[in-house]
């Protein structure tokens, strides 16, 4: 929740900067500091949007376990232990493969509120 409640506040920071119209000259410090907001957005959704992954130990799979029938939980106990390893797993073949399939899941979602919250 606090990575959500950072981006909406940077994202109405860059909407209050572009209804100004105010475009920083290339390396002057606004552009430096419009570049660092930028940077916190995308930094923040990306952040919101892994957490809500479903493999443990990220809150995605606390709320899985909540919305799933009981006769799941033999699953979700097997996928509570080996869940690091795999999710390591996924960013350890994305880092050699150069297939990143956590930003492939995460960059549209990304992408889709920057848009909402920052207008961009």
Same mark, same amino acid.
């Given at each position: 929740?606090? *990575?959500?409640?950072?981006?909406?506040?940077?994202?109405?920071?860059i909407?209050?900067?572009?209804?100004?119209?105010y475009a =920083?000259?290339?390396?002057?410090?606004?552009?430096?500091?419009?570049?660092?907001?930028l940077?916190?957005?995308?930094i923040?959704l990306?952040?919101?949007?892994?957490?809500?992954? =479903?493999?443990?130990?990220?809150?995605?799979?606390?709320i899985?376990a909540?919305?799933? =029938?009981?006769?799941?939980?033999?699953?979700?106990m097997q996928?509570e232990?080996?869940? =690091? *390893?795999?999710?390591?797993?996924?960013?350890i073949?994305?880092?050699?493969? *150069?297939?990143?399939?956590?930003?492939?899941?995460?960059?549209?979602?990304?992408?889709?509120?920057?848009?909402?919250?920052?207008?961009?």
């Open positions: 929740a606090m *990575n959500l409640l950072l981006a909406s506040i940077t994202g109405l920071i909407r209050i900067i572009i209804a100004t119209q =920083p000259t290339v390396g002057s410090l606004g552009a430096i500091f419009l570049q660092m907001l940077i916190s957005l995308y923040n990306a952040l919101a949007v892994f957490n809500l992954l =479903p493999f443990p130990p990220l809150d995605g799979s606390k899985l909540g919305m799933l =029938p009981r006769k799941y939980d033999a699953f979700l996928l232990h080996y869940g =690091p *390893n795999i999710l390591f797993g996924i960013i073949l994305g880092y050699f493969t *150069n297939v990143r399939i956590i930003g492939l899941l995460i960059g549209p979602f990304v992408k889709y509120f920057s848009h909402i919250l920052a207008g961009i």
